[in-house]
Nanobody
């Protein structure tokens, strides 16, 4: 059974930065997609960024929501089974619960979520 543990959320002022981490445990297949979604009250969960597992010599492919392009960067350490989300130039609109996901072998697992609040 795959488990995801997120960390790094918190309160930050507009223009600030945060780095989220998500560590996976359990059976992780060689090909998978990990990423981040976010959700605010009354709204549907939305994609933030995803990254594939990549190959032995190649980095994983990435995909970003238009709203975070140029500000957020997703990366991963396959040896540590961990995905990261570096969030820069944060805006109040980025306030949400951020969820880590891993998609592999036709299944999707969600983390428990971590709150990010951008406010002065």
């Amino acid at each position: 059974q795959v488990q995801l543990v997120e960390s790094g959320g918190g309160l930050v002022q507009p223009g600030g930065s945060l780095r989220l981490s998500c560590a996976a445990s359990g059976t992780i297949f060689s090909f998978n997609v990990m990423g981040w979604y976010r959700q605010t009250p009354g709204k549907e969960r939305e994609l933030v960024a995803t990254i594939t597992s990549g190959g032995i010599t190649s980095a994983g492919g990435t995909n970003y929501a238009d709203s975070v392009k140029g500000r957020f960067a997703i990366s991963r350490d396959n040896a540590k089974k961990t995905v990261y989300l570096q969030m820069n130039s944060l805006k109040p609109d980025d306030t949400a619960v951020y969820y880590c996901i891993i998609s592999q072998a036709g299944t999707v697992k969600w983390g428990q979520g971590t709150q990010v609040t951008v406010s002065s």
